[in-house]
Structures are given as C-alpha cells and as structure tokens.
C-alpha cells in the first residue's frame, strides 16, 4: 500500500501536467454546470422531490448567509453557495469507489509506484491552496466595493497613530496567514480521512469500514461549511468599515 502527499500526474497537454485530482475536479464542475443548465432551462419541468430538494438545500444556504451578511446577503451569496457545493462534491468523491483505489503500476526514479486514475480534488493541496487564494481575493475585491479604494487601503495603510499602523501591518500578515490557514486546514481533514478509509479497506475490507464512511460523509459536509462560513465571515467583516 502506497500514500503519496502530492496528486499524481496521468498526462500531459503541452507544458501543462494533468493530474489525477485535476480530472475529478473538472469532472465536479462539468456536474455542476450541466445540473445548472438543465435547472434554469428545465425547472418547471423537474420533478416534484427534485424541486423541493434543490429549494430547500437553497434556502438553507440563504438563511446561513443572511445570518451572518444581513442586507449583503444575496450580493455574497453565489460565491459562498459555490464555495460550499464545490467544496462538498469534491469532499464526497474520496469515498467513491475506485477514487484513489484504482489505477497502474509506473516506474519512478528507479521505483515502482501505483498511481490511482482518480484523487479527490480537496485531497490535493493545489486545490485547497487555489479555493484560499479565491476566499481572501474575493474578500478583498468586496471590500473595495464596498469601502471604495481609499477605504480598503486605509485598512493596511492607516497612519493617524503609532497603532492603527501597526494594526494595519497585521491586518496584512493576517490575510497571507488565512490562506495558509484554510489551505491546510481543508486539505489535511480530507485527506487524512482518505488515508484512514483506505487502510481501513486494506487492512478489513468488510463491513468494518462503513462507520469510518459514515464519518467521512459527516467531516465532508463540516469542512465544506466551515470553510464557506469562514469566508462569509471574513468577507462581510473586509465589507464594513474598519475601525483602528
């Protein structure tokens, strides 16, 4: 059995290497753009269970992000329901079977290694690393919106005393500190759940295993939550006018 911290490349196009948790991600967002697609064109035509579900699942993220924005609420509520159905799907697909289980045997470096077809997307940090970088982006750019660029500069930049210049200093180290953060905090739940299901199956690959599924589908749905809340919280804050 073979544990690799790094998603493993299958191919190339040009200089660009295609890795295995590169192909489930865009596999999760093929899913959502045709469910998109046939959901705005075909609504009315859905089926009754269908519509309720989708609406509930909405409302629900609705009512989340109206709790925390208030009256911003629907301007930051596409980003944040994106950041938690993506984050979510991507979460749910390690425990599908054949996702990291299946594959072929390459040499490397003078080593044989087994490289899986499929790899979670949350289960590679490159992917964790880019939904930060768009969190703390995103937070930015609202902020500019909201606070104009004289205001959002005046929250790293404020030179009225000694402290609300060192405050703003901060302010700046802690933006850099929240990618880090949510990187690693969503890659290393993922993926050492991944890792316990897999020796899990390797070790008694019957019946034993389903509770640590169940576990999975639960830490999945906490992670793409708290990550999603995180970045409301910390783009309704970037959204009002600072303070120091």
Sequence with gaps: MEISLAAE?????????VTNSMVVSWAVGLFFIILSLFVYYGYSHLPTKLKITLEIILEGLMGLVEGVAGPKARDFFPLIATFFLYILFSNLTGIIPGVGTIGFHMELHGQERFIPILRGPTADLNTTLALAIVSVAA?????????????????????????????????????????????FRLFGNIFAGEVLLAVMLFLIPFIVPVPFIGLEIFVAFIQALVFSMLSLVFITVASERSQH
């Design 9 to 17: 490349s299958l191919f190339h196009i040009g200089p660009l290497a």
């Design 139 to 183: 937070a930015q750019l609202y902020s500019i919106k909201y606070l104009g660029f004289k205001g959002w500069l005046s929250r790293f930049f404020n030179f009225k005393n000694p402290i609300s210049f060192f405050m703003g200093i901060l302010d700046i180290v802690t933006e850099f500190a929240k990618i880090i953060s949510f990187s």
